[in-house]
């Protein structure tokens, strides 16, 4: 079976190196229009973006370019938005945020609710959401993701 690369956005911080196994080449960087993360000649078809923590996530929400991006990203056929944090750790927000208590009195003052609406409409949208819970959580289900789509593309299953 042929092996895959995963590509990684070069602006994605601190992110995942897949290495490579029995059906991925390792990781390659390279821009990304739309989303963190793809498989190599299937950047049209897949795409993950992921949010580290529920912080990064309130600050991605109240911006138009992650608006655009998520416009963008409805339109794959394979997509989702990979949270490395709880549901539990969105609702005690900007508890275990990175947020630094000193600002937490200049975030919005319903800012739960304006994030659970925002993830609803999310999903409403076509766009599907995996609370991972952690870094390393996070990252297998990427890989595990990449490895259930290649094998299906070699099927014939997409695009």
Known sequence: MSKYWVVRDTRERNGYWVPETDASAGTVLAALKTG???????????TVERKFSSGELYGSLTKKRFTNEL???QSFPVKCLLLEFTLADLLSFPKKSGIPESKWPKL???????????????????IPIVFAGN?????????????VFHEGFLKGLYG
């Open 36 to 46: 963190d993360y793809s498989i190599q000649g299937c950047e049209q078809i897949i």
């Open 135 to 147: 870094t390393k959580d996070a990252e297998m289900y990427l890989r595990h993701m990449f490895k």
């Open 108 to 126: 919005l003052p319903h800012a739960v609710r304006f994030m659970q609406r925002r993830l609803i409409e999310i999903q409403i949208s076509g």
């Open 71 to 73: 416009e963008r990203l």
